[in-house]
């Protein structure tokens, strides 16, 4: 049985909030495991969570937050999303109602976004499975492209959902051998 969850606009006036949550959790498949509270305060101060093309989402579990999705790019017909849920909360399948939530929410708020895409690190099992569970598609694969904290470097992988797609509950899959190059 899935938990219910609510989704709630992050504001402005609730900063603070936003930045204690970034940096009081570890984000270990994300740009940074750990984000300071002065990078975090950075992030906010410069609009990436609200405004015409970004907007930001926490994902409300038994009244508590469990989690964040950021629309970014809403202005464009590709937007892009990222989507973080607290340690304590992973594991129990809310990445993937967050992730169809958020598919609805932009399909039906924008009418002009033809497909909405993510990226992961390739080593990220749990979200690549999400992806697909709910109708996403691999597009593309990214070879040492994802640095981490540690100083590895992992490759990255990009999925999206096509409107039709989802309005049509069907996945169509790309035409990989499409390029008409001879094989080497």
């Known amino acids: 049985m899935e938990t219910e969850l609510v989704y709630e606009r992050c504001e402005p006036g609730r900063a603070d909030e936003l930045v204690a949550f970034l940096s009081g959790n570890t984000w270990p498949f994300h740009g940074r495991d750990v984000v300071e509270p002065g990078l975090a305060r950075q992030w906010v101060d410069e609009g990436r969570f609200w405004g015409d093309d970004n907007r930001a989402f926490w994902i409300m579990r038994s009244g508590e937050?469990?989690?964040?999705?950021?629309?970014?790019?809403?202005t464009d017909n590709a937007p892009l999303f990222d989507l973080r849920i607290r340690a304590e909360c992973r594991g129990r399948g809310l990445g993937a109602q967050a992730l169809t939530w958020l598919t609805r929410y932009?399909?039906?708020e924008f009418p002009e976004v033809r497909r909405i895409e993510g990226n992961t690190r390739q080593d990220n099992a749990a979200m690549?499975?999400?992806?697909?569970?709910?109708?996403?598609v691999k597009e593309?694969?990214?070879?040492d492209a994802w640095p981490a904290a540690d100083g590895t470097v992992h490759d990255a992988v990009g999925y999206a959902i096509l409107r039709r797609d989802w309005a049509s509950g069907t996945t169509t899959i790309p035409d990989w051998d499409g390029e008409g190059l001879a094989r080497r």
């Open 128 to 136: 690549r499975r999400t992806f697909r569970r709910c109708g996403y």
């Open 140 to 143: 593309a694969h990214y070879r």
């Open 106 to 108: 932009v399909f039906g």
């Open 65 to 74: 937050r469990a989690g964040l999705v950021r629309l970014m790019d809403l």
